[in-house]
């Protein structure tokens, strides 16, 4: 199955994502911040990653940007985690290379729905 | 998938509470002069976190709530509001009511409204104060309502529309050539496409470059698609949602299915336009030479499709259930929950203690298999090591109760902030050794005597600013508390810089109030202790904030409940240090067990000064007042345990033969006279009170090796007993 890095530094959502996402099987690793999600990727290869835009240390937008610039991620479908408030943030990961954004507040549902979008 | 949200509240909760304390920190960390833009993205990260969550948790009422705070907070991220100390206030007021709004949710209980409305109001007030600089919010609501409604209205009419087998949509897909860069796939569109309804789908690669040109990484290909089936727009506009700004992307309805409703002039006649271009597109495509690969990719990707399951929509049901029932077991253990975090590298410690003790326990196993005496040396051995790993492994369970004093301190500066400003002083507090870590247990009792002593401080020690400046001293004046181990203690000290305490005008007070006669003597020491006595209180003017002198002898009394003291040192002018000793963990101490008679006593090791032996020449005896002996120029007041417990004296119990074991309790000294020492331990407390009922001079009891059951002695409370 599909492996998934979840990435945020609010626990509670992270669990609701991982938790979710595995009881759909799929196998789920979870980081609390872009630094800490860019060496679980560069470490094992993720085929799909979810990132919250807004944390501490490294952002959501500069994940993306740096994860884009490792080969094996140049293809890798990234999703935002993004309030509905933040257009801009919606434009500026997806120039930053994001696949695309699931809009907070989401259900399992939704993620789920949004997640076979990328991942076959 | 129906997942039971209710089984990630408690997370939520806890990361509510230290968002909440980080906003706070933050707020009162704004220097309105010098902004920090990092602190107040901090702010607005808590924020922003809270409203997230709760928005998914279906707390509705804290997402709108925090969505005003996070809209005021991001204006003044994005330097478009002035940061002022109005706004402060009333953000910081907003973290109270959202602290309120959060914990009554926790408690099922009822959310003040009320309360809500009006720092709602006043956020809004705050907010719509510069009114002009805050278009956004209600610009975008009306731009989303503007794009889905007209969908809305098409679906609606496809509806009625039904049964009409021809109608469906027309999408000339043109991706960009840096499409693919972005991780978006058109087969992956394209079978959600062909999920919707039937699709056809025309590849047109007359721009692909030659073998030798071409950049595997960029999409030359463009598609005219076709789906049929009743299926709204917004739908299909979803599909491509992603793309927007990648590609060229033209939607249209086919033909036979009149849109005419509400569907804008410009579509209707683009139709047309659009049919006329494909048919010369496809009918220029015949003469490219390569005309049979399109025929190959076309029927690969309409294979694929096919090949494609239709995606799970029956096979999710039955996992569902599953999840109910695991959600339903996790939402029974998260109402029970008090819960603690705890660092993962204490639990692999732990664990890894665990591995140690399993594998001494085999190996002693072992040894007892096929028992001979040579082995007894093999056998001592791994009891020592069974020791050992135990006394580790306690260690490890100890730690996982600790937590930083942070938890603690991390309250105050908002304490001083408010009573500060309302004092009309100038205070800074710091905050020392908040990494410090202290049981769980102490960490929760510890606070209310804390704040009192700061506001204490606060309000009696440091001088109001003019008066400082006429002291010869900075204006601001500093309030440090500090934390750290000393032996198996936790020390907290709060130092002042303010004014100290005047013995005199201390003593004065004491005799005025006739809680001492005006002929003691008092050392220094003694005079600041008198601010413990009941109905103490040496301000001029009582003020809301220190009380009426009630507090210290409470403050005293919960701080030795604990099995700490409490120490003032002062020097007037300079300013005030107390400090407070504390024991790490109240689980479990260090004694020295002692022996009175039949009977075992356990006397808290941190407590015993010094063990002697004297004779019953060395004893003087003071009408009334018992016993004392003379050590090094002190007269120390002897406490003959088997007299105070009434147990049955040995051979042992006559002075000369037994022993005096010199503790300390409150700065007093006594000679506690026992039989004989027995040894030293870490023993397990077992509370009294729980099992029995409270003893005087006792603080407990532990259960020993043998069984039996041994008090540990209370020495202050046995001072106290015995002078009675």
């Known amino acids: ?120 | 998938m129906s997942i039971d949200m209710s089984q990630f509240h408690q997370v939520f909760f806890e990361e509510c509470f230290e968002g909440l304390e980080a906003m706070e920190a933050g707020l009162l960390n704004l220097n309105i002069d010098d902004i920090d833009p990092e602190v107040i993205n901090t702010i607005f990260r808590g924020a922003h976190s809270i409203k997230g969550g709760s928005g998914t948790f279906g707390f509705n009422n804290v997402a709108d709530f925090t969505h005003i705070m996070e809209t005021l907070l991001d204006e003044m991220r994005d330097g478009r509001r002035q940061v002022t100390q109005i706004a402060i206030n009333i953000l910081l007021g907003s973290v109270d009511c959202l602290r309120e709004m959060i914990s009554s949710i926790q408690n099922e209980e009822e959310v003040d409204e009320s309360r809500v409305a009006q720092h709602t109001a006043d956020l809004d007030n705050e907010l719509n104060g510069v009114a002009e600089s805050t278009p956004p919010p209600s610009h975008k609501v009306s731009a989303e309502t503007i794009i889905t409604e007209p969908s809305e209205v098409i679906s609606d009419s496809s509806e009625t529309s039904d049964t009409n087998e021809e109608s469906g949509w027309k999408i000339a897909f043109c991706p960009y050539l840096d499409l693919l860069k972005t991780g978006n796939d058109p087969v992956r569109m394209f079978r959600e496409l062909s999920e919707l309804g039937e699709l056809t789908s025309l590849a047109n690669i007359q721009d692909v470059p030659s073998l030798f040109e071409m950049d595997p990484e960029e999409c030359n290909i463009s598609w005219d698609l076709k789906v049929m089936g009743d299926i709204p727009l917004d739908e299909i506009e979803e599909i491509f949602n992603w793309v927007e700004g990648d590609c060229e992307l033209d939607i249209q309805p086919i033909a036979p299915k009149p849109v005419k409703k509400i569907a804008p002039p410009v579509s209707q006649a683009e139709p047309e336009l659009d049919t006329e271009e494909t048919i010369a597109t496809q009918a220029k495509e015949p003469q490219q030479p390569t005309q049979p690969e399109i025929i190959v990719e076309q029927a690969e990707v309409s294979k694929d499709i096919e090949a494609i399951p239709k995606p799970p929509t029956t096979a999710p049901k039955e996992p569902n259930k599953k999840v109910q029932l695991d959600s339903d077991q996790s939402k029974l253990i998260v109402q029970v929950a008090s819960s603690i975090r705890v660092d993962t590298s204490k639990i692999d410690a732990l664990i890894n203690m665990v591995g140690e003790v399993v594998i001494t326990q085999s190996m002693l196993g072992l040894v007892g298999e096929n028992f001979t005496m040579d082995k007894v040396d093999q056998l001592k051995k791994g009891l020592a090591q069974l020791e050992r790993h135990t006394r580790d492994l306690q260690q490890s369970v100890m730690n996982v109760r600790m937590l930083p004093i942070s938890f603690v301190f991390s309250r105050f500066p908002r304490l001083v902030h408010d009573i500060s400003s309302k004092l009309g002083k100038k205070i800074e507090l710091k905050l020392v050794g908040e990494n410090t870590e202290i049981d769980k247990s102490v960490v929760e009792l510890i606070n209310d005597p804390l704040v009192h002593l700061i506001r204490n401080s606060l309000d009696h020690g440091i001088e109001m600013p003019a008066n400082r400046i006429a002291a010869g001293k900075p204006e601001t004046g500093t309030i440090e508390l500090k934390a750290y181990h000393r032996g198996g203690h936790i020390v907290i000290e709060i130092i002042d810089d303010g004014h100290g305490m005047d013995k005199n005008k201390l003593i004065a007070k004491a005799v005025e109030k006739g809680l001492i006669d005006d002929s003691s003597v008092l050392t220094d020491k003694q005079a600041y202790e008198l601010i413990f006595l009941p109905g103490f209180s040496t301000a001029e003017k009582l003020t809301d904030i220190s009380g009426r002198g009630v507090g210290m002898d409470v403050v005293r009394r919960n701080i030795e409940a604990l099995g700490g003291n409490i120490e003032i040192s002062s020097e007037l002018g300079h300013g005030t240090t107390i400090a407070i000793h504390l024991p790490l963990t109240l689980a479990i101490l260090d004694g020295q067990s002692v022996a009175v008679g039949d009977e075992t006593y356990i006397v808290p090791l941190v407590s015993i000064i010094e063990s002697i032996n004297i004779t019953e020449k060395m004893l003087n005896k003071v009408a009334g007042k018992g016993e004392t002996f003379r050590l090094r120029n002190q007269y120390i007041p002897i406490i003959r345990m088997h007299k105070i417990f009434n147990v049955q004296p040995s051979s042992k119990s006559k002075m000369g033969e037994g022993v005096i074991v010199v503790a300390e309790g409150q700065g007093v000294l006594c000679g506690l006279f026992v039989d004989d020492l027995l040894g030293q331990q870490q023993v397990v407390i077992k509370s009294l009170e729980a099992n029995y009922r409270r003893v005087d001079g006792v603080s407990g009891a532990t259960i020993l090796g043998d069984g039996s059951v041994a008090l540990i002695l209370d020495v202050p409370g046995l001072v106290r007993f015995s002078n009675r």
């Open chain 1, 1 to 120: 199955m599909a492996s998934i890095l979840a990435v945020d530094d609010s626990a509670s959502m992270r669990k609701m994502v991982t938790f979710t996402l595995k009881s759909a099987g799929y196998d789920v690793e979870e980081a609390v911040d872009g630094v800490d999600a860019l060496e679980k990727a560069q470490s094992k290869q993720f085929d799909c990653i979810i990132t919250d835009v807004n944390m501490p240390n490294k952002d959501g937008i500069t994940l993306i940007k740096d994860l884009r610039a490792i080969a094996n991620y140049k293809f890798t479908p990234m999703l935002t985690l993004t309030t509905e408030s933040g257009m801009e943030k919606k434009m500026e990961g997806k120039a930053a290379g994001a696949t695309g954004w699931i809009v907070k507040p989401f259900d399992p549902d939704q993620l789920l729905k949004t997640l076979k979008k990328v991942l076959g």
